[in-house]
Each structure stands twice: as structure tokens, then as C-alpha cells.
């Protein structure tokens, strides 16, 4: 059984001595996870292939490449990041100087989920280290071989109370949401969420909750057709689906249904091959409980292209399912696998008083070449964040803030989202001992009209 109140008392002690609070430090700590990853790399691509079989082409595309950008880019920016901020004031406050310094918050807890199971469990480390904290790391039961390498790999290169990771499954986590640590970020489902938020809100712990939800994608009648199935199918069918911000069903302009669907037929072709089943390459589901409910949605519609499976290998081809509507138990839930619902529009604006009508999703996808139209949509949903033309994409630029909002989830990170995430923004006013402004003292000379001119 885990020790919860162990390992966070000896973090805190360990905080406490300020060892981790200089710039040196945190640098060294950053350059080390670098040269971890560096030489656990064949290590990290076997485990991956075990846990999902991925491909090293796309383990390095999803998780370890996009890390070593985030650690680099950290790494660059860490002094400006750390600077005390020096603000301005109002007049009232002539003579002194007003700072904002950031200050870590101290034992951060970052819970992960086992589809990205590197890149998410070590990419807020990145922002948490580089602000200053200590970590403890719970990956997902369900990647087994990444999850030990993970703790292996963090134990051999990290002191505990330091940076420590503990492997397990809810009983573990909730023992470990009973001790008070200073902050929570959490990746995982909206369910989990909920109770995750209800435990952090009895040491009023702060949370960051990155979640999921439905993320459409919708093409319009101008858009460039062809392209357009190109980044769908790329971003849909990347990881088999299993992507928080994949695509989760299409809206396509009833003009160019046909046409689309034509077209990204063929690239899944291209992409996999004709037979992504004997694709040594192709993604895996996770585990059976997910495989059995993926194959369950497999006759809510009509299919168009794929639907074979292979319960053996825990495989489902990349599927276009037509004639579904939002009654249909595939668009109840985040569908998390590769099976693309089609549904048709004819003007825009019923898209977006649908979408307005539902959860707001992680990630939302715009495909269509007018200007305005793309605005529009901008203005009039809310989601986490997004592309015009494009799917996936956004959540690799590090100077973009990654995070969702309302059922998505609550904050973000990456880059210097990931340091603000984990600091917390301390005022402090400087005041001068030379003069002293009578203004705010009862009993002054200065009459009532003057104080409500100036503090007004
Ligand atoms: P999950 O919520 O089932 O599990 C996430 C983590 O929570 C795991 O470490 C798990 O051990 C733990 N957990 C599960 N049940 C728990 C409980 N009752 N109490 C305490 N801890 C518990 O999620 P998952 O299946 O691993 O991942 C899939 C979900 O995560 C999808 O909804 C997906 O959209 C979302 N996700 C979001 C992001 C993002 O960045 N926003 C990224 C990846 C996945």
C-alpha cells in the first residue's frame, strides 16, 4: 500500500530547505529529465510498442519529440520566466513599488492516463519543475510497461523527495488524495475529474483538470477538400483515435459529403494501407473493456469504410460511420477510437446553435477558406482551443496555452502556461519610510471630496 503521508512529508521537508527554488536547480533538474528521456529513448519506444504498438515514427511524433521541445523551450525562457515582475500603480500609492513574485507552490501531484503515457505524465513535470516544486507522479494502471519504466526511470535519476512516481490504480490514487498536497493537475475523463476536484476540495488543494469531451470537426462548402481529409484522417486515426483532441465526429456541408468522403477514404489508404489490421504499425486499443464498447458503436450507423476488428490483436480499422444522429449511444460520449461519425449541414449558423446547445468540447476544427465564416464559428462557440484548416496541431506550438473549459476541463499548460500553472503570483508592495501620504488615516485634515476624488 502506498505511504501517502510519507512521501508527501518528505517532499515537504524537502521543499522547505528551499533546494529547489533557485534557478540553478531548477535548470539542472530540467537538463537531467532531458538526458533521462535521451537514454532511456529504446527503452521508451519498446515500452510504448508493448503498451499500444505504437510505431517509433509516431512515439516520437506524439511523445518524446514533443517533450524534448517543451524542456527545450523551458529551458530557454526559465530566466525570464523567474523574473519578479514589477508593476505599475496608482497614485494613491506614490513612493512605493509594487512586485509580483512567482512562487511555486510547493508538492504538486500530477495524475496520468495511459494514451499518451509519457508525454502526459511528463509534460506538466516540465512546468511544475521549472516553477520551483517537488512532484509526485501517478501514471495510468492501464500503461503497464510505460508506467514501471516511468518509475524506474524517474528513480534513477531523481531523489524521491524530489521527484517520485507511484504506480497503482483508484485505491492507490485516492490514497493518495487524502494528504494534503498544494496542487492537483490531473489528465484523465470528465467523470474522474468530478471526483478528483471533490477530493482537492477538502484541503481546498487548487486543480488543474485536463480533460475531454466531443470535439467536432466541420467542413464547410468552400473548404479545400483534399487537404482537409488529409489532416482529418491524420488527426482522427493518430493513436487509433485514443487523443483527447482527435476528432470526434464530422460535420461536413451536404455539397461536399461525397467529395470528402472520397477523398479521405483514400488516404486512409494511403496512410495505412489497405488493411490496417496487418499494419505492423497500427494503433492498438488499450484494453478489452474499451475495445468491447468501440465494437458496440460500430452499428449505430451505416459504415462506410472499415469496421473490420480484430479482437485478438485489440484492433479496429479506421471507420467512417454514416447515417448516425445524436441520439445514437456514438454521439453520447467521447468515442476515444477510431470510428469517425458523418453528419450533414447546410448552413452554418444551425452548427453552431447546435454546438452552443452542448457541453463545450476540448478542441474544435473549422475546415473552409472564407474569412468571416471562420470567425464566426470562433466567436460563437467556446471550446478549449482549435484550428482553421487544420486538426491536432495547435497543441504543439508551446508559446499556445493547452487546456479546456466548462466540461473540458479547467486551466492549461505548455510552455509558459505550464510555469504560471504551477506558481502561485504573490503581490508584494515596497513602502517608503521617507514620507508617509496622509490620505487613507481617519481623523486626517484631508476632507471627504478630496479622498473620493483620489481613491475614485
Ligand atoms: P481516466 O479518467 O479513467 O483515468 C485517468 C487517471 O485517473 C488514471 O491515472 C487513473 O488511474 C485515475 N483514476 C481513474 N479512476 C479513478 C478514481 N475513481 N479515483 C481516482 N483516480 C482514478 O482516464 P483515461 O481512461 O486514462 O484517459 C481517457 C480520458 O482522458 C479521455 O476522456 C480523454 O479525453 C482524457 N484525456 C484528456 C487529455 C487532455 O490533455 N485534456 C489528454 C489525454 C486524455
Not at 162 to 186: C, K, N, S
Not at 240 to 245: D, E, F, I, Y
Not at 379 to 388: A, I, L, N
Amino acid at each position: 500500500m502506498v505511504n501517502a503521508a510519507k512521501i508527501l512529508s518528505d517532499q515537504r521537508k524537502y521543499f522547505h530547505t528551499g533546494a529547489t527554488l533557485s534557478y540553478e536547480f531548477r535548470m539542472e533538474k530540467l537538463k537531467q529529465l532531458k538526458i533521462m528521456l535521451k537514454k532511456y529513448e529504446s527503452e521508451l519506444f519498446q515500452a510504448l510498442k508493448l503498451d499500444l504498438n505504437k510505431s517509433k515514427h509516431e512515439a516520437w511524433t506524439t511523445e518524446l519529440g514533443f517533450l524534448h521541445v517543451e524542456i527545450d523551450f523551458a529551458i530557454k525562457h526559465l530566466k525570464q520566466w523567474m523574473n519578479i515582475q514589477r508593476t505599475n500603480q496608482p497614485t494613491t500609492h506614490i513612493g512605493s513599488k509594487s512586485y509580483i513574485h512567482k512562487e511555486p507552490y510547493g508538492n504538486i501531484m500530477i495524475i496520468a492516463p495511459w494514451n499518451y503515457p509519457i508525454q502526459l505524465a511528463l509534460a506538466p513535470v516540465v512546468g511544475a519543475i521549472a516553477a520551483g516544486n517537488t512532484v509526485v507522479i501517478k501514471p495510468s494502471e492501464y500503461a503497464v510497461e510505460t508506467s514501471k519504466l516511468l518509475k524506474e526511470m524517474i528513480a534513477n535519476t531523481f531523489e524521491p523527495k524530489f521527484m517520485t512516481v507511484v504506480q497503482g490504480a483508484i485505491e492507490e490514487t485516492e490514497e493518495l488524495l487524502r494528504v494534503p498536497f498544494d496542487y492537483i493537475f490531473f489528465t484523465g475523463s470528465s467523470t474522474v475529474g468530478k471526483l478528483i476536484m471533490k477530493k482537492a476540495s477538502e484541503h481546498l488543494t487548487p486543480v488543474t483538470l485536463e480533460l475531454g469531451g466531443k470535439s467536432p470537426v466541420i467542413v464547410d462548402r468552400h473548404a479545400n477538400i483534399k487537404l482537409a481529409a488529409k489532416r482529418i484522417v491524420w488527426g482522427k486515426f493518430t493513436n487509433a483515435g485514443q487523443t483527447c483532441v482527435a476528432p470526434d465526429y464530422l460535420l461536413v456541408h451536404e455539397k461536399v459529403k461525397k467529395q470528402l468522403v472520397r477523398a479521405m477514404k483514400k488516404q486512409v489508404k494511403q496512410f495505412y494501407g489497405k488493411h490496417p489490421l496487418k499494419n505492423k504499425s497500427y494503433i492498438r486499443i488499450v484494453h478489452d473493456r474499451h475495445f468491447q464498447r468501440l465494437k458496440g458503436f460500430l452499428s449505430d450507423g451505416q459504415i462506410l469504410y472499415g469496421g473490420a476488428v480484430d479482437a485478438e490483436k485489440l484492433m479496429i480499422e479506421p471507420t467512417l460511420l454514416d447515417q448516425v444522429d445524436w441520439n445514437a449511444p456514438v454521439m453520447k460520449e467521447e468515442i476515444f477510437g477510431p470510428i469517425l461519425p458523418i453528419m450533414t449541414f447546410h448552413q452554418l449558423d444551425h452548427v453552431i446553435a447546435d454546438l452552443q446547445s452542448r457541453e463545450k468540447p476540448l478542441a474544435l476544427y473549422y475546415f473552409g477558406r472564407k474569412k468571416k465564416q471562420q470567425q464566426k464559428i470562433i466567436k460563437h462557440t467556446s471550446f478549449g482551443g482549435g484550428c482553421v484548416n487544420d486538426t491536432l496541431y495547435h497543441l504543439a506550438n508551446p508559446h499556445l496555452p493547452f487546456g479546456g473549459v466548462g466540461n473540458s476541463g479547467i486551466g492549461a499548460y505548455h510552455g509558459k502556461y505550464g510555469f504560471e500553472t504551477f506558481s502561485h503570483s504573490k503581490s508584494i508592495l515596497k513602502q517608503n519610510n521617507l514620507f508617509d501620504i496622509p490620505l487613507r488615516y481617519p481623523g486626517g485634515k484631508l476632507t471627504y471630496s478630496i479622498a473620493k476624488r483620489l481613491l475614485s
